[in-house]
């Protein structure tokens, strides 16, 4: 135990001299490495108060630049404004100088529409050649072009001149197109809204009227005194004209109008067969007429008389008093009279069976006359159907511009619904009166028949009695 702390002893004693001579050197070391880095100390020292005059130096000129940057976007930024205000003033202006310019081009183009409707139809043949290559002009330069301003200004130009040459009446050379479709050349005259023509040919003088699908204007012709003085205008210093109130209007109406049978004609097949229906009813009835005045039944004033001969047994008696009565009346009194002296019943069944037999004849020819107006209306709706098929076949055809094109159909389409209507109400009204005229004869003989059995029943009462 002695030992082994006698040997602890030594071992501490010998590690404690070992350790002082350890940490000796070791802080020997330590002020070296800090005087060598006092030293790089002091040298950086030395070096940053060398580099710092340049660097600061630098810093505010960098600072000097940035601030006049900032002034110079300032004042870049002010110019900025000042410009988009120039340019939303200058864009302000310039969409009122376009919507300035879109209506002066409409108020133009307004102008012109409203001026060549004003011009009579003759005159397009001298104005159009002039606005239409002025139209053209604009709408290929656009209408708020320069060349547009010019050319518009061109256009009322002409404008202005025309109305110049408008107050006492102007001349030029012309054409017109006749009725026959022939295109006649010649002088025409306007005054106002009347435009005159005289034609290098023979009698063509005339008013000039529109007319649908054609270029040049429909020649109306004038005779007599009215062409005359037309064809003799400027000869003298004093000069005529006709003046129709209607320009020319009233002339087209008259020769449109034609006369009946040209009416009748546009009806075609159709109009003709209502027509051929109409004539045989009206035929019937004449006839119906006649018969029911030879067929005139009343009741004898004789009746009487005849009864009591035909009770009596006097059969010839009795025939012969029938025989002074209407024809009707003799045969039906006759065979009441053959059997008088029977049995009512019987003698009354000759007696209607007489009228039965003549009722056939009374009402004959009625039926036609029934069937004509019910008929002649849906004739005429035929009429209609065909002539408005004729019209839409012309129109695909032709279109719908020209008006005289489409007027056959129209015409028929039109005309045999007049003549069904025409045709139809005067046989239903005949008809009714001649069914009326029937029934009362019809009814006449069997009065006369219920009175003579009258008679012959009191005749038996008394004699039973």
């Not at 034609?199 to 270029?215: D, T």
């Not at 004849?361 to 039926?367: A, I, K, V, Y």
Request: contains cysteine.
């Amino acid at each position: 135990m002695i030992r082994r702390i006698v040997y602890l002893a030594l071992v501490f004693a010998f590690g404690a001299n070992a350790q002082e001579r350890d940490v000796s050197a070791l802080a020997v070391a330590m002020e070296a490495r800090v005087e060598a880095s006092l030293q790089k100390y002091r040298e950086l020292q030395e070096t940053i108060a060398a580099e710092k005059v340049p660097i600061v130096q630098q810093i505010n000129a960098f600072e000097n630049e940035s601030i006049e940057m900032r002034a110079r976007i300032r004042a870049m930024r002010s110019s900025e404004d000042e410009s988009k205000e120039k340019l939303r003033s200058s864009q302000s202006l310039a969409r009122d100088l376009r919507t300035q310019n879109d209506y002066v081009s409409g108020l133009f183009a307004q102008y012109l529409n409203t001026f060549e409707g004003r011009l009579h139809i003759s005159e397009d043949q001298r104005f159009d050649v002039k606005l239409t290559p002025l139209r053209d002009a604009i709408e290929v330069s656009g209408p708020g072009s320069a060349i547009a301003r010019v050319k518009r200004t061109e256009a009322v130009e002409i404008c202005l001149d025309r109305l110049d040459i408008l107050v006492g009446g102007y001349a030029f050379e012309g054409k017109a197109i006749d009725t026959t479709g022939e295109i006649l050349k010649g002088e025409i005259l306007v005054y106002g809204p009347v435009a005159y023509f005289r034609g290098e040919k023979e009698g063509a003088v005339g008013l000039l009227n529109f007319r649908p699908g054609a270029l040049e204007p429909e020649l109306v012709r004038l005779d007599g005194a009215f062409g005359n003085a037309l064809e003799k205008y400027g000869e003298n210093g004093k000069s005529t004209l006709p003046l129709d109130a209607s320009l020319g209007k009233a002339i087209s109406l008259e020769e449109a109008s034609g006369n009946w049978r040209e009416h009748l004609e546009k009806g075609g097949p159709v109009g003709y067969a209502i027509l051929g229906m109409g004539g045989l009813a009206l035929l019937l009835a004449l006839v119906k007429l006649a018969d029911f005045k030879a067929l005139n039944v009343t009741i004898p004033v004789n009746l009487a008389s005849i009864a009591a001969a035909a009770y009596s047994g006097e059969k010839d008696k009795a025939k012969l008093e029938a025989a002074s009565t209407k024809p009707w009346m003799r045969s039906m009194l006759s065979e009441g009279s053959e059997h008088a002296n029977g049995d009512r019943e019987l003698m009354e069944d000759h007696m209607v069976s007489v009228i039965l037999h003549r009722k056939p004849q009374l009402e004959r020819f009625l039926p036609w006359l029934s069937v004509t107006a019910a008929a002649t209306p849906l004739m005429g709706l035929l009429g209609t159907v065909v002539g408005m098929i004729k019209t839409f076949t012309l129109i695909t055809i032709f279109g719908s511009g020209d008006p005289k094109a489409l007027s056959s159909g129209i015409s028929e389409a039109l005309v045999t619904t007049e003549l069904g209507l025409v045709v139809a109400i005067p046989t239903l009204i005949i008809h009714g009166a001649l069914l009326r005229l029937a029934k009362r004869r019809i009814s006449a003989m069997e009065l006369t028949a219920t009175e003579f059995s009258k008679i012959v029943n009191k005749l038996n009462s008394k004699e039973t009695d």
